[in-house]
């Protein structure tokens, strides 16, 4: 299986519906919180993006909760 990052915060209601979705599917996901984690902030804004979710799946980014394209990349 594929690595699967996902980039979230506390308050971000399509990072809940992400990591939700990637559970459903059965995929194991590491969670970098922007908010509690000041090097995955910073890691999020050195690829070029300030808003989450961002999720990585094996090196592929996908910002924002794209169900079609999280499951063309799985």
Do not use: H, W
């Amino acid at each position: 299986m594929k690595d699967v990052i996902v980039y979230t915060s506390n308050t971000c209601p399509y990072c809940t519906m992400a990591k939700e979705y990637l559970t459903e599917k059965g995929v194991n996901y590491i969670e970098k919180n922007v908010n509690e984690d000041p090097e995955a902030r910073r890691e999020l804004i050195q690829k070029g993006y300030r808003g989450v979710p961002v999720i990585i799946i094996g090196g592929e980014e996908i910002p924002g909760f794209d169900k079609e394209r999280i499951d063309s990349l799985l």
